[in-house]
């Protein structure tokens, strides 16, 4: 292989690819980067065997071939030099020369043939999602994942394609359910579990149409000059549909930024391992109260209620996280009961936490 690139632009390639070499390599070829002459342009890829990135860079390509060349070193070595060129040749003796400008390297690479690159998906099915809705979406879902990876279903985030053109975002632990639904095009109606290393490097790299392909045991998205690669997590999702409440006894309308920024003060004297603040709802308001060893809090916010009033006791860490997605927005706070679950949504309910109360004995 011998090829002359741009070292803007394949700076740039490399900076998206560098993400999806293996931090802890089971064989030494996946701590490096796949480069390979196709199409008259340069195809590089890196994997770690769950999730796999490629792009390509246009360049001149004056030998054909493929190298498979450290990807930590590369990536260091081509964010330094400042010359506007940069030739790499692989030699026989399976060594690459790298120059640019006054610099000249010679890397030790490892055999091409060592290198796996993931398959493409063999069925004609596909979704078309836009990039910034599915990045959004995922942005607002992703933190609720289980952290337990005992539970592999639950580790991962859900996209379950619905029939009337949707898909939802599903994500959860013990103690929040969180959802979020976006319209896509074509597809049809299926679940597929992604892992959350795939998750954020979605969320790094959507934009523009998002092309999804399913297969059997991965997932490939493409974008314009990017594709990610990622094998889906075994099992059943757990029927998140039982678990969303469908009654309230209580209901309450209000600026989520107000309701954050009071918990946020209140919970400031909660016991840091169990941070547990108090919400009475009632008489157009909302009562906020905490209290641990360094003092006691108290807030009121003002809000429209309907229905009975209530008390009801959250993890403030919880309630928090699900209230910083409603920036700017009104949030609405249904209750079901003070030991049932607990709704928290957007005027339109395309986004929905599912939040479990506290219990406190007395």
Not at 36 to 61: F, H, Y
Not at 154 to 176: I, P, Q, T, Y
Not at 259 to 281: D, G, H, I, M, N
Request: net charge negative.
């Amino acid at each position: 292989m011998d090829i002359v690139a741009k070292s803007k632009e394949f700076r740039k390639v490399l900076g998206k690819v560098y993400r999806g070499v293996a931090s802890r390599p089971p064989y030494p070829a996946l701590s490096g980067i796949h480069l390979e002459v196709e199409n008259n342009s340069l195809k590089l890829t890196a994997t770690d065997l769950e999730v796999g990135i490629t792009s390509r860079c246009p360049v001149e390509v004056r030998e054909e071939g493929s190298v498979v060349l450290p990807g930590k070193v590369l990536y260091n070595l081509v964010k330094s030099l400042s010359s506007p060129e940069l030739e790499i040749v692989s030699l026989p003796d399976g060594n690459s020369e790298i120059r640019g400008g006054k610099s000249y390297y010679k890397l030790s690479g490892f055999p091409a043939d060592d290198f796996p690159l993931f398959p493409l998906p063999s069925s004609i099915t596909s979704f078309s999602v836009p990039g910034e809705k599915l990045k959004e979406g995922l942005m607002k879902v992703y933190f609720t994942a289980s952290k337990d990876e005992s539970s592999l279903p639950l580790s991962g985030v859900l996209f379950h394609f619905e029939e009337e053109g949707k898909l939802r975002l599903v994500a959860s632990d013990d103690h929040v359910l969180s959802l979020c639904s976006i319209e896509v095009q074509n597809g049809e109606v299926a679940q597929y579990i992604l892992p959350l290393r795939a998750i954020t490097e979605i969320i790094r790299l959507a934009e523009g149409e998002t092309r999804i392909f399913p297969a059997k045991g991965f997932i490939l998205f493409q974008w314009e000059d990017i594709s990610l690669f990622s094998r889906l997590i075994e099992g059943e999702y757990p029927d998140y549909k039982r678990v969303i409440p469908q009654s309230f006894v209580t209901q309450t309308s209000l600026p989520g930024d107000e309701l954050r920024k009071a918990l946020e003060r209140v919970s400031l004297v909660a016991p840091p391992e169990s941070p547990v603040v108090e919400l009475l709802l009632g008489e157009g308001k909302i009562e906020l109260s905490s209290s641990g060893e360094v003092g006691i809090a108290k807030e009121e916010v003002e809000a429209e209620i309907e229905g009975e009033e209530i008390k009801i006791f959250f993890n403030a860490r919880y309630l928090l996280d699900t209230l910083r997605s409603f920036s700017g927005e009104k949030a609405m706070l249904e209750i079901s009961g003070e030991l049932a679950p607990t709704r928290l949504r957007g005027e339109d309910e395309h986004l929905q936490y599912i939040l479990m109360p506290v219990e406190i004995k007395e």
